[in-house]
């Protein structure tokens, strides 16, 4: 689909190229869909910008339920609202959004609590479907269904999404950086910011440097954490750690073992950190995380998501020793007037520079 788009494509279905997740692991077929019009409570969406999670990895990997193929992934995007179905109010034509996998519906009473972020109306699941009639959007050209994931499905040219699903923002913002904002840099900055409130002046352990660690650094730098540990087995990451305010590194491989590698962080806090971050999801690497954070009041957030029937094993004299936090996913309250996303974008949050140049997902033609 080119050009730009016309009120001659809304109400009707359009053909475009999307990213197709034909089997479990196998690479994703370019290939041509359709996208059926919006329904009640819906927009289709001129995909901008589309990034990769590691959770559309491990749902690619997934062989059964709630892996389902085939399917197109991707759930960090930006975009431009190119027709609304019936009753959807503060979105039109136009307007640039950003697709979230968490739906606010904004009438329910955890949606207008500012202490979750989990509807209760929209219920969150892995699910293959849309909302409500639970069917999907999208078909190739032999009419076969293609399952939606996390009500985004962003590697598609167009995409249909839940009003709930959508934050409008600033069209200012720049789309390459902006899509990070639907999941992976919220997660990571909410981690630090809002789900553990990081106190300035205090000790921060991250395991694990990748985007999501290094978003827990930029949150805990914005919260003014005096020393901010990255931990992980590539050395690699502590330069690139630097950028987003991490300022001393341990390399776990290096160590002798795993309680000496616990201990070089206990004896660098004086006790342990008053915060750590587990951004890997790895159950093992959770109780690393714990057994390095300070006695009393250090508090642990397990950011990460370990394979579905992973198991943490505490006993109860660990956990009555400090604080194990599992955050709400996102870890923010979203609001459709995108307060939080301009927020971030106004305070020049430094994951914004997570990227160097993107690249065209579909070839020569850009979304
Ligand atoms: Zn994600
Ligand atoms: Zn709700």
Redesign the pocket.
């Known amino acids: 689909m080119e050009g730009k788009d016309s009120p001659k494509t809304a109400g009707k279905p359009i053909r475009c190229r999307a990213a197709v997740a034909r089997k479990a692991g196998e690479p994703l077929v370019i290939e041509e869909v359709m996208v059926a019009a919006p329904k009640a409570h819906e927009v289709r969406i001129r995909i901008i910008c589309t990034s990769l999670c590691h959770s559309d990895v491990t749902f690619w990997k997934l062989k059964d339920p709630p892996g389902y193929f085939p399917r197109i992934l991707g759930h960090e995007a930006i975009g431009v609202v190119e027709s609304i179905g019936e009753d959807v109010d503060g979105v039109t034509e136009g307007d640039t959004v950003i697709p979230i996998f968490l ?6 009473v ?2 207008k609590s500012t202490k979750s972020n989990l ?4 219920l969150f699941e892995v699910s293959p479907w849309m909302h409500g009639d639970e069917t999907s959007r999208f078909t190739d050209l032999k009419g076969q269904a293609l399952y939606h994931f996390l009500y985004v499905s962003s590697f598609s040219e167009y995409t249909v999404v839940d009003i ?1 699903h959508v934050v409008r923002v600033d069209p200012a913002i720049p789309p390459n950086r902006a899509c990070l904002l639907s999941c992976g840099v919220s997660t990571g900055v909410g981690a630090a910011w809002r789900t553990a409130n990081v106190e300035a002046g205090s000790t921060v352990a991250i395991f694990g440097l990748g985007a999501i660690g290094l978003a827990v650094a930029e949150g805990a730098r914005l919260c003014g954490a005096s020393r901010i540990i990255g931990v992980d087995v590539n050395s690699d990451k502590f330069e690139i750690g630097k950028k987003f305010g991490v300022t001393d590194f341990v390399n776990p491989a290096s160590c002798k073992d795993k309680s000496s590698g616990e201990q070089v962080i206990i004896e660098m806090t004086g006790g342990g950190a008053d915060y750590c971050f587990e951004c890997v999801g790895l159950a093992s690497l959770v109780h690393e995380a714990y057994a390095c954070c300070r006695k009393g009041w250090g508090k642990t957030v397990v950011v990460g998501v370990d394979k579905p029937g992973a198991r943490l094993n505490f006993s109860s004299f660990e956990v009555s020793n400090q604080n194990l936090i599992f955050p709400s996913l996102l870890n923010v309250t979203w609001t459709r007037n995108c307060s939080w996303m301009n927020l971030l974008h106004t305070r020049e949050v430094s994951p914004m520079r997570y990227l160097d140049e993107p690249m065209s997902l579909l070839g020569k033609r850009t979304l």
């Open positions: 739906p606010d519906c904004g009438e329910c955890d949606c509807c209760s109306k929209l709930a």
